[in-house]
């Protein structure tokens, strides 16, 4: 079992920076695939960023160039720094945890989820 606290949300300006973190539990955080995903009102979940256990990352068209992710499993943590941020990256972001090897784009393919912090961009 593992166990996911994200911190790190708030309000900032648009053109601005935040960085989130998610605290695992577990020591074998080393070997999961770790996802960000995020959800704003009246859509769907959708794929944010990941990081394989092998440090490979992906990230979405709409965040690449922006948003980071990155792991120190050292700390058993994944963070998202996301820069220049938008309006339309305003929503509720989630961390998740998956030992799949399958699209790491969807939500099913993980096993284990954070609690969502609100990252809000005013225009």
């Known amino acids: 079992q593992v166990q996911l606290v994200v911190s790190g949300g708030g309000l900032v300006q648009a053109g601005g920076s935040l960085r989130l973190s998610c605290a695992a539990s577990g020591r074998t955080f080393s070997s999961y695939g770790m996802g960000w995903f995020r959800q704003a009102p009246g859509k769907e979940r959708e794929f944010v960023a990941a990081i394989m256990w092998d440090g490979r990352t992906y990230g979405a068209d709409s965040v690449k160039g922006r948003f980071t992710i990155s792991r120190d499993n050292a700390k058993n943590t994944v963070y998202l720094q996301m820069n220049s941020l938008k309006p339309e990256d305003t929503a509720v972001y989630y961390c998740?945890?998956?030992?799949?090897?399958?699209?790491?784009?969807?939500?099913?393919?993980?096993?284990?989820w954070g609690q969502g912090t609100q990252v809000t961009v005013s225009s």
């Open positions: 998740a945890a998956r030992t799949s090897n399958g699209d790491y784009t969807k939500t099913n393919e993980y096993d284990y």
